[in-house]
């Protein structure tokens, strides 16, 4: 079982910048792919960006060149850094654990990120 905690989620403007957090509990962490996903009202829920246990990385072509996603897994925490914001990232922010291959297995309880002026 792993159970997760995202934080930092809030109100930002335009432009600006935010960064997620990813606290991680339960066993193996360091084995697991963590991935962010995002859900806006009405849309589905989608993948921003991942990493593996060994630090590979994969962006959603909206999230390229703006987020950076990292991990230290001897803290068992994971962030999303997320610059130049526009109100189209407007959603709530889940974290993931699960195979780099395949969909997460599990699912923190999300952080709600808004950007507007």
């Known amino acids: 079982q792993v159970q997760l905690v995202e934080s930092g989620g809030g109100l930002v403007q335009p432009g600006g910048s935010l960064t997620l957090s990813c606290a991680a509990s339960?066993?193996?962490?360091?084995?697991?792919?963590v991935g962010w996903y995002r859900q806006a009202p009405g849309k589905r829920r989608e993948m921003v960006a991942r990493?593996?246990?060994?630090?590979?990385?994969k962006y959603s072509d909206s999230a390229k060149g703006r987020f950076t996603v990292s991990r230290i897994n001897a803290k068992n925490v994971a962030s999303l850094e997320m610059n130049n914001l526009t109100p189209a990232d407007t959603a709530v922010y889940f974290c993931?654990?699960?195979?780099?291959?395949?969909?997460?297995?599990?699912w923190g309880q999300g952080t709600q990120v808004t950007v507007s002026s």
């Open positions: 993931s654990a699960g195979p780099w291959s395949g969909d997460p297995i599990y």
């Open positions: 990493i593996s246990g060994g630090g590979e990385t």
């Open positions: 339960g066993s193996i962490f360091s084995l697991w792919t």
